[in-house]
């Protein structure tokens, strides 16, 4: 007899990007809960391309490059980066980003403990006078090449795709209207944000917005996530230890339990 899933009869949103939604999807679905993709972020190419361009013509230059995100890895994947000149080592803020890496024939030479850029920057040592690239999003903060500036490294920046507004606010707001979630999981500040502004498109203005949310099991991915949420008045009914798909389970069993 199949074991009943602990989140089984649940109804989770998951609001990242598509192409980054099916992995998490299947492993809620295998826990028993019904899951809807409805995503409020997609991505883009970065509006001037020629900072990135210029960077990865000198890519040889660079002692290490930094992926923040999968998407980054994406972008460089597809400019023809990866794998990278043998003596340029590539760090990864987390397990699924390394993953991203190696399934496009890359290596990873550093995980911080911590999967943030704050964690990346404490694992980094001895970095005075070394050269580092960091592709990241349009909205990406710079605490990580602000923190090795600071260390006497030489830190690049450059964009290397947008975050823009994904085409799930519509369905979210059908799925909130009708009270129809449990629980919805927002994987970035920016999920949260294009949700909003899409539920203001619609005609929902933010304080029923947030009536709205309130209803359900608000989870975060991580503490920049929980603080966008707690920004906008909203409850954080639990945030994941750790921004993989453990830590995304068991966010939603401790906040599908709080909620109750």
Not at 5 to 17: E, P
């Amino acid at each position: 007899m199949k074991a009943v899933g602990r989140l089984q009869g649940k109804r989770i949103a998951v609001t990242r990007a598509a192409e980054r939604a099916e992995g998490l999807a299947s492993a809620l679905r295998a826990e028993g809960a019904e899951v809807s993709i409805c995503p409020t972020i997609a991505y883009a190419p970065p509006e001037d391309p020629a900072p990135l361009e210029a960077a990865l013509r000198r890519l040889d230059r660079y002692d290490w490059i930094v992926f923040t995100s999968a998407a980054a890895v994406d972008a460089l994947a597809e400019q023809g980066a990866l794998p990278p000149p043998a003596h340029v080592r590539v760090a990864a803020v987390g397990k699924a980003t390394a993953a991203s890496i190696e399934a496009r024939g890359g290596r990873v030479d550093l995980i911080p403990a911590e999967q943030n850029a704050e964690g990346l920057l404490a694992a980094l040592h001895d970095v005075a006078g070394k050269r580092f690239l960091l592709p990241v999003a349009d909205i990406a903060r710079d605490t990580l090449a602000a923190g090795l500036r600071a260390r006497g490294a030489v830190a690049d920046m450059v964009i290397a795709y947008r975050t823009v507004p994904g085409p799930g606010a519509r369905e979210l707001i059908t799925l909130l209207c009708g009270r129809a979630l449990d629980a919805i999981l927002f994987s970035s500040p920016s999920t949260l944000r294009y949700l909003l502004d899409g539920m203001e498109q619609f005609g929902i203005d933010r304080s029923v917005a947030r009536a709205l949310l309130t209803g359900v099991a608000l989870i975060a991915i991580g503490p920049t996530t929980a603080r966008a949420l707690r920004d906008e008045g909203l409850p954080v009914a639990a945030q994941a230890p750790t921004p993989d798909t453990g830590g995304v389970l068991q966010a939603l069993y401790d906040g599908l339990a709080e909620k109750g």
